[in-house]
């Protein structure tokens, strides 16, 4: 696993605020606080609740419902990438109708887009679905050289496609030509539903996640399959997961996730727990503990493997 691939849960992770001129947006988000593990002991660090992005995103009407966007967000100061530099995770340009929308370049892959809905924990880099994701995958959850079709609304259900064009290498992960994935949602009665498949090299990845509201609180059944961990043929993995957040007031929620994992070459579980704390509704207080028993990643998708047993952090995040 690259220590250049990061866990990352992207555009949903962000809120976007007008600036500058019609049509134009910047947001981002960053936080800052303690962190404690038993691999490096107590240190001062960025990206802890989710990646510190900044996002520029551009559009115009072009008339018979037809719209032209481009999009660039960029990773800044997070572990994994130098912390004096920015690193690109989005950089594509698009057009929307009713046909639906495709967009090239740089972008989230339409199963870990998928899978990403499934996580109420918001894509935290301690304890969060895209841990998993980047155990089984291996090549991340932003792909460079693509395209992607994200197809119109039909029948309540929402579809998308990435299929890469060329080889290449890239902070974000390997490209290779012809590789792509697959990823489905829509909600029937009660129930959330989605799936997604991937291809790359190697390896192929399934994704299912069923999300319901219970009472108050939202949970999330996951379940991700893949029969080439690190391209590694015949190591073959599957994971299953449950992740709940749960109001405790207006400002307070809790948050609850555990992952098991049985494969040849990881294995074992994820246990996390936490608390966000909403001082506004763009500034949070927040705090994370994650326990890993057996040959599984803690806070994988920040910098690589962690030898760390446990890990806490506390600390404070802004958006804008």
């Known amino acids: 696993m690259k220590k250049t691939q990061m866990a990352l849960a992207a555009v949903a992770l962000v809120a976007s605020t007008a600036a500058m001129a019609d049509g134009v947006t910047i947001s981002g988000r960053f936080d800052m606080g303690v962190q404690n593990g038993a691999a490096d002991g107590k240190t001062l660090s960025s990206g802890l609740l989710a990646p510190n992005f900044l996002n520029v995103g551009a559009s115009e009407d072009l008339g018979n419902g037809m719209k032209a966007t481009a999009f660039l967000s960029t990773i800044v100061g997070q572990p994994g990438f130098n912390t004096s530099s920015l690193g690109f995770a989005q950089s594509n340009i698009g057009l929307s109708g009713d046909f639906g929308g495709i967009k090239l370049g740089q972008m989230v892959d339409s199963l870990a887009g998928t899978a990403l809905g499934f996580d109420v924990t918001g894509g935290q880099n301690i304890g969060s679905l895209v841990t998993a994701l980047f155990q089984h995958t291996a090549t991340g959850v932003f792909h460079d050289k693509a395209v992607q079709y994200n197809a119109p609304t039909i029948g309540g259900v929402n579809a998308g496609v990435t299929y890469l064009l060329e080889n290449g290498t890239s902070a974000i992960g390997d490209t290779t030509k012809g590789d792509y994935s697959l990823g489905a949602s829509t909600d029937v009665g ?108 803690i806070n994988g998708g920040n910098g690589g493997t962690d030898t760390a047993t446990n890990r806490s952090t506390v600390g404070i995040s802004t958006s804008f």
């Open 190 to 297: 009660m129930a959330r539903l989605g799936v997604g498949y991937s291809s790359y090299s190697a390896n192929k990845a399934y994704f299912i996640g069923v999300g319901t509201d219970i009472g108050s609180a939202k949970v999330n059944l996951v379940y991700l399959s893949s029969n080439a961990v690190g391209g590694t043929s015949g190591a073959s993995a599957n994971t299953v997961g449950v992740n709940t957040q749960i109001p405790v007031t207006d400002a307070l929620a809790a948050r609850v996730a555990y992952y098991t994992t049985d494969g040849s070459t990881i294995n074992g579980s994820n246990t996390v727990l936490g608390a966000l704390y909403s001082l506004s509704a763009k500034t949070q207080l927040f705090a994370n503990y994650e326990k890993v028993t057996g040959a599984v990643v």
